[in-house]
């Protein structure tokens, strides 16, 4: 970051420029107001957003706590790694307002939303991918998963990829971009759950019939859909059905798992299979652990553990109370 643009006039973009004017080459202010009668700051231009469309720069720095210039800058087409937030709450506005627009999109319009505890200090990452996952609504799961992937790079562990819950394939798109060199499974029955296991559920107190009725089961997916959505469909083979029936004899070995099933039989089934099948150093990724809708997902672990002995876990603060299981 040389030479940058700061977006705004105001208390937040002074005290910025007093404190990296000497670092950073200030090209000029942004201002949405701005106009060619706007005054010079600090004897620098004063311009407004679409300016920015013909000048040469690395960075805007958005010195101001709007998600609106965010979005303006996004608007106009300015590339995501050219954008820096200083201002954190400009940045949780703009991830509350992506969260948003994915529930409206893809889930009941009734579900009431969740307020944001994501950290996302910078939206700058491992390049392409941060857009794939900013529109979705749990940043902290996502960068979990790229810090967990650069990893199991460095230390060269080995091993295929999996998710057993794929859903609609909004992670399982993410882990295949990360992997381009590796196969991924993809494990869903595509059409929601085994109704034997959400009645079981329901009947041991883990899960609310609620819930079922407003995921509407999951049953707004197909093979296709999902294979449409990944990066490397080359690398994705789909495995339909009910785990673990599945698997049809499947035998390989894992560097990174995710398991995404909500209820306690697949998730027992899944830590069964996929543990002892896990590279030293590899990674099992189970979702809802610590979240309080899908009791029996904590319990599955519990009841693998006392049957195999102690897992090595570590809790994630993401949305679905994430914890991540390695293996020595
Ligand atoms: C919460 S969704 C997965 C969301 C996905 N991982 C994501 O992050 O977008 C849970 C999925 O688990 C699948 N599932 C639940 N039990 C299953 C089983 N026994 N076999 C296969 N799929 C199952 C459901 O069909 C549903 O698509």
Redesign the pocket.
Known sequence: MNSIYIYGTGSGARNYYDNYCQQYQVLGFIDSNANENSKPLYDLPVLPPAALTALDFDVVVLANEYAATFHTLRTLDIPLEKIKFVYYKCLLDVIHAESERHFRQYDNPELPLVAHTSMAMSYQGAAGLEAMYQSEYDYVRFKLLELLAEQVRQQNISGNLA??????????RVINALFPDRTLYL???FS???PT?READIEQGYADAAFFVRSNN?LD?SVELVMQRMPHPEQCIPKVG??PE?LHGLEDKFALV?I????YT?MYNAIEYFYPRLAAGGYLLL?DYNHAEFRGVKQAVADYETKHGRLAKVPVPDQGGTIVITRL
């Open positions: 998710e057993v819950g794929v859903f609609r394939g909004s992670f399982a494990f869903d029955t929601g759950f085994n296991e999951f997916t009910f785990f599945s995710s995404d099933v909500d209820l697949p979702h």
